[in-house]
């Protein structure tokens, strides 16, 4: 839902100090600005929008995979129980009584999402579809995870769609307390839905109920998490505000989920320890981990400066061989062999169309490690990666690399 141009002048000048922030890679002191500011924030809205938008914590506790049992995701994007549903699941946290004592999963890590107004282009935000107060195992949900729980004999739907509909917070708490004694209790419980085609103001009142009847039974719920169905986003898209630990078990993973995370997306996010609240009428509190990361292995952004075929002679290939002169960039030159094959590919993308290239496909690797020879071999006591031009030959036999450097690059 794209906002609305006349949100108050306030909320724009929100957005505009979280673009200014954004546009580097910003202290964990900032970030840790930001997260206060969202906790604290109390509002009943976000101009014409809901409260989500603007105020609040979205929280996913998360566990790494283990490779050791042929497990293989990154933890910000959607599971397959997710991609099958097409949403995933998070917990809300806000400073007026809407609190638990964990983020649940068992776990004491992971992320805290952006709400939609501290996102910024080109990262595209993700919608809350719907709202439980209390966690509802919406994996076992139909309907996007906000509908009817298979657990259950009765039929659950959004709150606006039960008969009669549940439109108030004192309505949902009536309608939860019928089954106190219960052991499904929380699976039978109904969600306030969020999704278009909603009026804005119906939105408004969806997430206002939410949060009052979350108040509502706080003190009685504080072991229990409250529950939200947010939007997949793509992968790697997920507009992560900051990850997260609650205590040091989870600061390994921390640590190693920034990491992938900056590989994979190319954006720093710091790491803060959220110390939930210890009862239902206190608060949490943040602080910033600080965390000294290894350094990011810096690759070439072009290996490759020029690259023509010419015929040469040749005293075995004969006089007209076409050759592919090859003049490495400063930075391809300078490369270790954890960037052969990007140096390669390069090359490979570039002619693999061409014909004296696939004319002598039959060589397989044979360019390849005429290419590698000459980051390895010394001519004259000179490296062969300083010459101007690197002369590759198709039409070369495929060789291993010691005879290949024994040849001078130049393998029959």
Known sequence: MKKRLNRIAPLLM????????????????????????LYNKT???????????????????????????????????????????????????????????????????????????????PETPVHVY????????????????????????????????MAPPILSPNAWVAHFTRFSNDKKQDQLQCGFNMRNPMSSKDRVDAFRNFM???????????????????????????????????????LNDAMANQRDYKAKTGKDRNIVKIDFPRTPTSKATFSCVKTTQ?????????????????????????????????????????????QTDRMFAELYNKHKNDEQWRQYSVNGGSLRRQMVCHLAATFDDRPARNKPEWNLEPARPYVDQATAVAKDCNPY
Request: charge should be negative; charged fraction near 25%.
């Open 14 to 37: 929100f957005a505009l100090l979280v673009q200014a922030t954004w546009a580097h890679a910003e202290s964990c002191e900032e970030t840790l600005k930001k997260v206060e500011t």
């Open 43 to 121: 509002v009943d809205s976000c101009g014409p929008d809901p409260a989500s938008d603007c105020s609040g914590l979205m929280i996913r506790g998360t566990h790494r995979a283990d490779p050791a049992k042929g497990q293989k995701w990154d933890v910000w994007n959607p599971s397959p129980t997710a991609i099958e549903k097409g949403t995933f699941a998070a917990s809300y946290m806000r400073a007026d009584g809407i609190s638990y004592e964990d983020p649940g999963m068992s776990t004491q890590n992971g992320y805290l999402i952006a709400p939609i107004d501290l996102v910024r282009d």
């Open 130 to 161: 719907c709202a439980f107060p209390n966690d509802a195992w919406t994996d076992f949900r139909n309907d996007r995870g906000c509908g009817n729980n298979k657990n259950t004999t009765q039929t659950e739907a959004v709150c606006q769609a």
């Open 212 to 250: 009052g009847a979350r108040k509502v039974i706080n003190s009685r719920e504080f072991q229990t998490q409250t529950e939200l169905r947010l939007g997949n986003p793509k992968d790697d898209e997920l507009p992560i505000l900051a990850f997260f630990v609650s205590d040091q078990r989870g």
């Open 294 to 338: 290894p350094p990011t292995q810096q690759f070439c952004d072009k290996y490759i400066e020029s690259s023509t075929w010419v015929q040469r002679p040749d005293p075995v290939l004969g006089p007209n061989t076409w050759s592919l002169s090859v003049v490495p960039t400063a930075c391809g030159r300078a490369i270790k062999d954890d």
